[in-house]
């Protein structure tokens, strides 16, 4: 049974930096690409940054390039989202996904993680 699981998130004041990750079990990480999603309390769920399965195509939304970069190591069956300059606006909960291929869109991933809170104040 394939289970992802975040974590990394917390409380951090603007401008500082966070890294969340996303553990993948009972496969190889290699068999996935993996998108990272957000939900601010009260909206809609995003999605912020995608990783192909061979870690060399990565995705972002504008809001976020240039802050936040993606990664990914298959021996550690661990996909990384390194956050930096963050922004209250960067407040939700952090959700990671795999599929075999990288889409935006949540529905069209095949396993879920349960999500870590990212909290920048204003």
């Known amino acids: 049974q394939v289970q992802l699981a975040e974590s990394g998130g917390g409380l951090v004041q603007p401008g500082g930096s966070l890294k969340l990750s996303c553990s993948v079990s009972g496969r190889t990480l290699d068999s996935f690409a993996v998108g990272w999603f957000r939900q601010p309390l009260g909206k809609e769920r995003e999605f912020v940054s995608g990783?192909?399965?061979?870690?060399?195509?990565?995705y972002y939304i504008d809001s976020v390039k240039g802050r936040f970069t993606v990664s990914r190591d298959n021996a550690k069956g661990t996909v990384y989202l390194q956050m930096n300059s963050l922004k209250p606006e960067d407040t939700g909960v952090y959700y990671c996904?795999?599929?075999?291929?990288?889409?935006?869109?949540?529905?069209?991933?095949?396993?879920w993680g349960q999500g870590t809170q990212v909290t920048v104040p204003s």
């Open positions: 990783i192909n399965r061979e870690g060399n195509r990565l």
């Open positions: 996904a795999a599929g075999g291929n990288y889409y935006r869109d949540w529905d069209l991933y095949d396993y």
